[in-house]
């Protein structure tokens, strides 16, 4: 999960390892780095930085339980799969370790903190590509409508001013074909209830369930034990979405729509360039 309130910018060595050179930023100093396994996957997180997406979140590895245990290989071995507002990259690396070629994507700055953990399972998950995404932008000149048979996400909807980006981002990627599956914690109802209404507007959407052998393989105390915070578990759901037909006959005109009201919105904004914040966004 990343943040945009934050410019560290990790670099990643061949082996995964992070150090301080940078161009925009530096890491906090003496950041408690540590490898974590899930499930034969290696991942770094940074446990105590003040950007949120480099260190691993539970809804994480509920999302990653139902793409192993209830997709498998049967569904995702020569797919495509992109995973947005990745932070450490679990759930795409999941899906790329049962076949599926996976994009990570993050906010600029995580791209290369994605890089080090796909390095680090190359051998598990070799088809995994990174790079940078953010909620809100028109990115139709770098992705193909309909690319990806997956778009896997988790925890980023935790903030009021992002829904609408997301949701942008969404109709951006996604066509007729594609499933999108979402872990959404509600640590803020209102928020929670807000960006459902706005999904419900596009997406035709359901409540998926992992089951009790697979929360206990992935999400049980020895995981959980590795892990710095616990927010939001206990009321996460997954949800799974596919586009409304009558949204998918004219998305490209419902996205050109949408893509107008955030730039109308964010466009003299000079606090998060864009990204949305309490200073460029309305809650409507």
Known sequence: MGCSCCHFLVKVTAQGEPTERDTKGSLPHGGDWNELEVQGLRLRQMLDSPCHGFRMWPSALLLS??????????????????????????????????????????????????????RLNVAKAPAVTACDLCFGSDVRDRFTRGAFDFIL???????????????????????????????????????????????????EVEPVQVSAEAYDRWVGAAQLSKLNS???????????????????????????????????????????????????????
């Open 65 to 118: 339980a139902y793409v192993a245990e209830a997709l498998g290989e049967a569904h995702l071995r020569g797919r495509s799969a992109v995973e947005l507002a990745a932070g450490c990259g679990l759930v795409g690396l999941v899906a790329a370790s049962l076949g599926a070629e996976v994009t990570l994507t993050d906010l600029p700055y995580m791209t290369q903190h994605l890089e080090g953990n796909a």
């Open 153 to 203: 996400l988790s925890d980023a909807t935790y903030s009021w001013e992002l829904t609408q980006q997301l949701i942008a981002t969404l109709l951006q990627l996604a066509s007729d074909e594609t499933i999108v599956l979402l872990a959404c914690p509600s640590r803020i109802p209102q928020v929670q209830a807000k960006f459902k209404g706005e999904l419900l507007s596009y997406f």
């Open 230 to 284: 616990l927010s939001g578990l206990e009321t996460c759901e997954i949800l799974k979405a596919t586009l409304l037909p009558s949204i998918a006959a004219n998305v490209d005109v419902h996205t050109e729509a949408l893509l107008a009201k955030i730039n109308n919105r964010s466009s003299a904004c000079l606090a998060c360039g864009g990204l949305g914040c309490g200073l460029c966004s309305q809650k409507d």
